[in-house]
């Protein structure tokens, strides 16, 4: 890399790190993972800057380079289901809890996520996650507004059906359901 280059490269992390590291922390959840994520999403933007066609800003096209990259190292980790029990507690635990029920439907969509359909996960991400409206999560990724709520649906009836095998198994071994399926886990449609 030449001179020139890596000035480029660090202007570039300097003016728009700050935004990428807050959209890898959102989606993976840990810090360090998220240092890491930013670094090689900087270097994946760099590498493949003549790929920027400039039809949108800077900022959308390095958060969409940003979510695949995140959505790709969630789908590849091996430790999801260590993760999910690390951060999910156990049923006779609930009452003991002293954190709100919203950190762990995050961990559970962050795992919904990690398994469903590439486009209705991107969807999931922007609304639910980042609570775009559907018009401006339509526009990063390239699609209708009528696409995403379609998306989003679909999304949303798999992650049910997910949800309720889940909570259907425990009941035929006579323990009781960690999480009874109520509404779309705290998160809410956007506004359209």
Not at 83 to 112: C, N, S
Not at 139 to 155: A, D, M, P, Y
Request: one cysteine or more; hydrophobic letters at 40%.
């Amino acid at each position: 890399m030449s001179r020139a280059d890596s000035q480029q490269l660090s202007q570039l992390f300097n003016q728009h790190g700050p935004r990428v590291y807050r959209r890898a922390l959102r989606l993976l959840g840990n810090p360090a993972d998220a240092e890491e994520a930013t670094q090689e999403i900087f270097i994946r933007a760099f590498k493949g800057a003549e790929g920027f066609r400039q039809q949108s800003q800077l900022t959308t096209w390095l958060y969409q380079i940003a979510t695949h990259y995140c959505l790709n190292l969630i789908r590849d980790r091996s430790r999801r289901a260590e993760l999910y029990a690390e951060h999910m507690p156990a049923a006779g635990d609930a009452e003991e809890r002293t954190e709100p029920v919203r950190p762990d439907d995050l961990v559970l969509l962050r795992r919904l996520i990690a398994d469903a359909d590439e486009k209705q996960a991107s969807a999931a991400v922007y609304v639910f996650l980042d609570g775009m409206s559907h018009e401006e999560a339509a526009e990063v990724l390239g699609v209708s507004k009528r696409t995403v709520g379609n998306l989003l649906e679909r999304f949303q009836a798999w992650a049910a059906a997910r949800t309720a095998l889940a909570t259907e198994a425990p009941a035929a071994n006579n323990s009781p359901p960690e999480r009874k399926a109520s509404g779309f886990f705290g998160f809410g449609r956007r506004r359209s």
